[in-house]
Every structure is written in C-alpha cells, then in structure tokens.
DNA sequence: ACTCCCGCCTCCCGCTGCGTGAGGGTCAAG
DNA sequence: CTTGACCCTCACGCAGCGGGAGGCGGGAGT
C-alpha cells in the first residue's frame, strides 16, 4: 500500500507544499521514491503523519515533534501526560481571560468605563503610571509579579474596594499598636506582620517570608514606599520592618 | 509623561525591537520624536499598546488588531463579545483534546493499544485505510466529517461497541423488514429510514434529509458501500436507498 | 570640560512554517 | 499520441519579530 504526496496530502488534510516541507526538514521522509522521482509514502509514514498532525494541533514547533518522535526510549505515556498538563493550563489561561473579558463587558453595560486609573485608585498613593516600570525592573519576570497583574485584571471595582478596605483595617490597628507602645519584636506587631502577609498571599500573590522580609527592606530603603507608610504613621516603615523580620526569623 | 521606548518596553513587558517593529508597520506610532530622533511615547500610547498586547495575547494577528483599533465607529462590547466567543470555542477545542488524551492514556494504562484499526474496528468491513482519503474528498472540509472525527476520537471501546450493537440491531431488523415483503416507500420501511438517520445524528453528526439522500444515492453508486448492505442481505443497498428517499421526501 | 557608558537610532539578516508560483517531467485514459 | 491531472525541484514571499552591527546622544561623575 503505497500512496503519493496527493494522497496522503488529501487524506491528511495538509497540502502537498507541507509534506514537501517535513521532507525537506527531514520530519517525515517518505518510505520510498518512483524511478521518476515521486515520493512514495507507506502505512508507517501514515501513522507518524498522524502524530506529527497531532502534537501540532497542540502547538508544539515541528523541531520539537522530531525530538518527541525520534526518541527511541521516549515513554509515550509520559509524552501523553505531559501534553495533558500543557492543554489544561492553556486552558485555564484562556478561561482567565474570558472572566477578565467577562468583566470588562459587566463594566461596559453599568457604563463603569474602567479606565487603567480607577482600576489602580484603590491603590492609593502608589501611582501605577509613576511606579508600574520600576515595579517591572523589580519584579518583573517573577512569578510573584505575574501573578499579582493577573489577579488585578480580574478584580471587579467592588474587589478592590474591600482590599483597600481590609488594608486600612489593618493599618488603623497597625498604628494603634504603634500607639500602645508595643515593641516591634513582640508578639503583637509579629502577628500583624504576619497579617501584612497573609493580606497580600490573599489578594496579590504567594508572599513566602522571604519575598516579604524584601518587601521590608524596600520600605525603607525606597522614599515612595517609606513615604506611604509614613503618613499612616511616623516612624511607621522602621516599624513594620522590624516587625515583619521578627516575624519571618520566628517562623523559620 | 513621556516615555521612552525602552521605559515603555519594560513597562509592557515586551522588547524593544517589537515597539520598533510596531511602530514600522504603524500598528503603534510614538506620538513624537526627540529632536534626536528618539521615540517618545505618551499616555494615549501606552494605553493604545495595552489594547495590541491585550488583542495579541488573544492569538489576533497585527494587522486585524490595526483594523479593530483603528476603527473609529467601531463598537468595543461587539468586540470584547466576539473575542469572548472566539475563546468559549477555543477553550471547547482544548477541552476536547484533553479528553482525546484521557482515552489515549486510560487505553495505555489498561494496555490496551488503540491502534488506528481497533479504534475504526466497529466499521466493520469498512477498511478505514482503504477509504479514509476518499472520506476525505467526499466530506472532508464539511461539518459534518469535523463532527465524526471528533466523536470518533472521544468515544471509548465500549461506546464503540455500543453504536456497533445499535447498527447490528437496526440491520436485523430492516432485513426482518425486507423479508416480510413490505414495499420500501411503506411506512415501516420509512420509519426505519429515519431511525438508520438518527442513528448517525446520535453518534456521528448532525444527519440531514439532504445529507441522509446524499448517502443513500452513494450506497447504490459506490460499490464498497453497497457490498456492506448487500453481505446483510442482497437487494439492501437499493431498497434503503428507496426507503431513504421516501421517508426524506415525506417529511419535507 | 571631558570622559564613560548606557540607551537610542537605523539598517539588515535570520528564523519558522509553510503559500504560491515557475518551469518542466510523468502517467493513465482516451 | 495527445491530453490533463499529477508529480518534481527551485526559489521567492510572508508574519512577527530576534539579534547584532555600526553609529549618535545624553547625563552622571570627575
């Protein structure tokens, strides 16, 4: 059972020009040539065809499918597996984006027009515009940062109105703790830092005690952030500092 | 607030050689230049580009993304309602590929090893390697041979099975049919007609009366077809075609 | 004022995965 | 022995950039 490069081309469903193609790049040689020269393509050629259309239904780059299907030892199962895990998280982006999409079209039929601003007032002095790159020089990259921009687009005004209410909340008894007297290593300020903590796990990203004693430093180190904290409270970003770094060294 | 284009690179997440790139192809033109020559890029820009990478990501190809942004009287909500359907599809398609690799992989850990001809077995004697490129010129490309390739993918054995019963248990009965003598535009004969249509609607693909004729005449005209009809017993083929024309005729 | 170095500029070639001819041989049917 | 449908091999083109060469600009430090 021999076919021609029509043939398989029609039975496949790719044009002639692509079996030329993985010809040429070596993906899929025909079994075979005519004494005029035509390619001749068997059952086997048939079958790796339908692999090959296969993992490029899934995206994958045609160097790749040649690896995948050249590898002798390769366990098939585990290719298998692999895909699966590949698809469901292209489909669970895609269905992030249908939510964000979702959302955009609630705020569009309220005539909300979420413009970039109102989607960032809530937070507060932190100007997106003025500190959005130096976040990217910072973070970007990391899976913390993605994280936290992809949960932003997908917070509804109402969302981000209860962050901003749960932050004040806890700033207010922050600065009440200031007020007490409490020593920043204690018990109390250690649990609010902690608290800072699981605020930020809870609406923005993953916050190990590592990524937060960074965060301390930050708001130290950098003028904008010392500045935030600073008109909550004076002496507030020393503070919090030493809080969340007792925090993090009893923990660990 | 001007940007430069490396500001606004890192700022989108993007390199600096695609805002040079967008900017040759006029999808994003700074809205100034330095007196140096330097790109500057404001606001409305960045706002602009924010759209390109949001379309982008969507899998739309930059010359569209122009036509949508460009489009003054263009209507955002039909907009963010055609992106919404293009991904609810492509999500399906996903989805229907996981679960293609769930039955592939359920089959290797039962070792059962779908090949190709136990997956196309309940065909019975049609040979889907002596026909599937003639499938292919016949349907390929309608919906209706998307559909079946699809399901044909999804089903397990056991569905398989399954339908091949249903098509046994249908056959027995037409051939019972024929025996008693009854005339193929009878009643009897066109409800069986339409049961042998709802079969292929249920398992395959959305039968018409038009598809449904179209079969028939091919189950006279194409002789691998009619000896499928004819090993159940002679004289099927032309009396299923008749008995398919009058119940489509009926029913219209 | 001078020097650095980083960032900007404009070419321009390269890559993937083919589409789409051009120009020419081949094969089966009539 | 011709037709028409295939087949062959170049070979260029396209999107959407990546990446580098070669050269200017600018602001920070000395």
Redesign the pocket.
């Known amino acids: 059972m021999a076919?021609?490069?029509?043939?398989?081309?029609r039975a496949a469903r790719?044009?002639?020009?692509?079996?030329?193609?993985?010809?040429?790049?070596g993906l899929l040689r025909?079994s075979g040539?005519?004494?005029?020269?035509?390619?001749?393509y068997d059952e086997a050629d048939l079958d790796r065809l339908q692999l090959i259309r296969y993992y490029?239904e899934l995206g994958?780059?045609?160097?790749?499918?040649a690896e995948i299907l050249d590898d002798p030892d390769a366990d098939p199962v585990a290719h298998l597996r692999r895909q699966h895990e590949l698809l469901s998280g292209r489909i669970g982006k895609l269905q992030e984006m249908v939510t964000a999409i979702e959302h955009a079209m609630e705020a569009r039929k309220l005539g909300i027009q979420l413009t970039p601003e109102e989607r960032f007032e809530v937070f507060g002095n932190f100007d997106p515009d003025e500190h959005a790159e130096e976040a990217e020089q910072r973070w970007g990259g990391t899976e913390a940062y993605r994280q936290s921009q992809e949960r932003a687009g997908r917070y509804s005004k109402e969302d981000l109105l209860r962050n901003k209410a749960e932050n004040e909340d806890w700033g207010r008894r922050f600065v009440a703790l200031m007020d007490s007297g409490a020593p920043a290593d204690g018990p109390e300020a250690m649990a609010l830092a902690e608290e800072h903590r699981q605020l930020i796990t809870k609406w923005w990203y993953d916050c190990s005690y590592e990524i937060h004693t960074g965060l301390a430093d930050m708001y130290v180190a950098d003028p904008r952030f010392t500045a935030h904290y600073e008109t909550l409270r004076p002496g507030m970003a020393a503070y919090l500092n030493e809080a969340i770094h007792a925090n993090a060294i009893s923990r660990s």
């Open positions: 076919y021609t490069v029509g043939q398989v081309a790719v044009t002639v020009r692509t079996l030329h193609h993985y010809d040429e790049i025909p040539r005519t004494s005029a020269g035509y390619r001749r490029r994958f780059p045609l160097e790749e499918i």
